[in-house]
């Protein structure tokens, strides 16, 4: 029988020779061991046999293939040289030991004083908040071995213990989109920035991995969720010739960001400066009643020689409500969490779950006063008007006289903004056309259809209001609206007059996909009432003042109303159609689903939202 030959895999040096000629050997028994390119490779008897000769010897250089060792039969092979075990030496277990106590390091168990501390403030940390939000398991943290580039400060040990993850915490997970019925799961991006430690400031390090997490989020259309406390840039870190740091790209990234994926960001505790910044640059932000937030802290207003402030009275969430900075405003850290799992569900597409109460349609028949000029809650009907417990409200504190939310209709999300008759009788001023222009945007960039539920007597005037630069502001409306992409849809409840109502429908009442009118609805180019005074002046200064002036008046006025009836109206074919009020939903929901993608292709946008 032939001997079998141990051939070189490739050109290397032989660097052990394990067996000698007569030596029996099991199958699997290691024979060589061979070095190439600064890598052991290993040769083993692929069957039972004894060795016969050996072609080389211990620093040879052999090429590929060429013979090492000769095996023959052997009647006894298998009780010589076994098969070689794995050599526990050269495995690298204490590397693998080191590896499992760094990362334990980074953990909130390895710093207990620490998280006493943060929950007797009432507060989570970071990786509890990620916890929460991320579906068990699903979390791939980038970056937990970092700690605060210090070293010419402090010891290397003391700073891995003391900065883990250099303060921010950032990786990628699934966020389920909150309520039963909502769409599936979703990968997302995650920064919480680590209160614990050196205050949650922007350290060279932390902006790395931020830097870093931005630019997967960008190239993956990740939506993204900050949680941003913290006391904003970092002047201590000294292990880089660094002067002011500038230069970073984080703010920037965070920017390009917009209109890709939605961006959420969180607040809880003390939000300041470069905390806050990136904050502020995201689509939607969510604050605990507990927050603080502001462009500078206490040091950096001190510093600036502006007074001697303790961190609750810079930007308490009463004042950040009320202009607008917050969007959704919330209890606690937990109801944070739950507020953005909702807002991601709106992104994330059609829910098959949904319902409404079965006398919604009928109820919307009821919720109007008789009289023309009564006030009611705008609030009730969205609320009537939407799917059950679908609705959230942005901004309820700032530009008051609109409401803006989202929601689902039948399913599908949507942005919907409303007049609010009870603030202003609803008309439009500068900070509602703030307010809107901002949330057409946010609509825009996540791909949500635009739901306009108009009654406004038009746009705000008087001096007062004009002393807020209320022209650019109004005529910005004009703006936003012929730049949407996405499809619009105009409801007229009761009032429809002058630039505001063409505003709030996106720029004119055949700028939308279609405008229906409700049968109380009245149009006019300006208020029914100063149309009136104005157009008639001549002949009400003609009559005495007293009743026979005020009877001419409600005359004119009487002929105005109707004039501006909604049926009149679409008699004209000014608008589209007179529905039923019960049947607002139906055909909200109908005009919608027959939305031409020819009309309202995104194709000059970077990115398509889904």
């Given at each position: 029988m032939r001997p079998t030959l141990i051939r070189a895999p490739m050109a290397a040096t032989v660097v052990q020779l394990c067996v000698a000629p007569g030596d029996a050997v099991g199958a699997g028994a290691l024979l060589a061991i061979v070095e190439a390119m600064k890598m052991e490779h290993e040769l083993r008897a692929p069957a039972p046999g004894r060795v016969v000769a050996l072609r080389v010897a211990v620093g040879e250089l052999v090429a590929e293939g060429d013979t090492l060792c000769e095996l023959g039969p052997d009647a006894q092979a298998g009780t010589g040289h076994p098969p070689v075990a794995d050599d526990p030496a050269l495995m690298p277990d204490a590397r693998l030991a080191q590896s499992l106590a760094r990362h334990a390091l980074t953990l909130d168990a390895a710093r207990p004083q620490a998280m006493a501390r943060r929950h007797a403030l009432g507060l989570r940390s970071a990786r509890e908040n990620i916890a929460d939000l991320c579906a068990p398991g699903s979390f791939v943290e980038y970056g937990a071995l970092a700690y605060a580039a210090q070293e010419q400060r402090r010891p290397r040990e003391e700073l891995i213990r003391q900065t883990p993850a250099d303060g921010i915490v950032t990786g990628v997970g699934e966020v389920d989109a909150g309520s039963a019925g909502e769409p599936a799961r979703r990968r997302c991006a995650v920064l919480a920035y680590d209160a614990t430690v050196l205050a949650g400031t922007q350290g060279f390090r932390s902006h790395q991995k931020t830097d870093r997490l931005l630019q997967i989020a960008a190239e993956q259309r990740l939506p993204l969720v900050l949680f941003a406390e913290g006391g904003g840039g970092r002047p201590g870190d000294s292990d880089l010739p660094i002067v002011a740091g500038l230069h970073v790209g984080t703010f920037a990234a965070l920017g390009r960001l917009a209109g890709r994926a939605p961006t959420i960001g969180i607040a809880a505790g003390r939000c300041f400066a470069g905390n806050a910044a990136l904050l502020g640059a995201c689509d939607l932000v969510i604050a605990t009643r507990a927050s603080n937030i502001g462009m500078g802290g206490p040091a950096m207003v001190e510093g600036g020689g502006l007074g001697v402030f303790a961190p609750e009275a810079i930007g308490p969430?009463?004042?950040?409500?009320?202009?607008?900075?917050?969007?959704?405003l919330v209890d606690d850290e937990a109801q944070a969490v739950a507020a953005a799992r909702r807002c991601l569900g709106f992104w994330q597409g059609p829910s098959p779950d949904w319902h409404t109460d079965r006398d919604d349609g009928a109820a919307l028949r009821t919720l109007l006063?008789?009289?023309?000029?009564?006030?009611?809650?705008?609030?009730?009907?969205?609320q009537r008007?939407?799917?059950h417990d679908s609705l959230i409200e942005l901004q309820p504190g700032y530009g008051a006289t609109l409401i803006t939310v989202l929601a689902r209709l039948e399913g599908r999300p949507l942005a919907l903004v409303a007049s609010n008759p009870a603030h202003l009788g609803g008309a439009v001023d500068a900070e509602a056309a703030q307010k809107l222009a901002r949330f057409w945007q946010l609509a825009d960039a996540w791909g949500l259809p635009i739901v306009s539920l108009i009654d406004t007597p038009?746009?705000?005037?008087?001096?007062?209001?004009?002393?807020?630069?209320h022209v650019r502001h109004a005529s910005r409306l004009f703006v936003a609206g012929a730049r949407l992409r996405v499809p619009k849809v105009a409801l007229v409840v009761r009032r429809a007059f002058g630039l505001g109502a063409m505003a709030l429908a996106g720029g004119g009442l055949h700028e939308t996909l279609a405008t229906a009118a409700w049968p109380s609805a009245e149009f006019g180019a300006m208020g029914l009432e100063g149309a009136v005074k104005l157009g008639y002046r001549k002949e009400l200064e003609a009559q005495p003042e007293g009743a026979p002036r005020q009877a001419l008046f409600e005359r004119l006025l009487a002929e105005q109303v109707e004039r501006g009836q909604a049926i009149r109206m679409a008699e004209t074919l000014e608008i589209d159609a007179v529905i039923d009020p019960a049947d607002s939903r139906r055909w909200i929901a109908t005009v919608l689903a027959g939305a031409s993608a020819a009309r309202y292709d995104r194709s000059n946008s970077r990115e398509t939202p889904p």
């Open positions: 969430s009463e004042v950040q409500q009320a202009n607008g900075v917050i969007d959704v006063p008789a009289q023309r000029n009564r006030v009611y809650d705008m609030r009730a009907l969205l008007l939407v799917d038009g746009f705000m005037v008087g001096p007062e209001e004009e002393a807020r630069g």
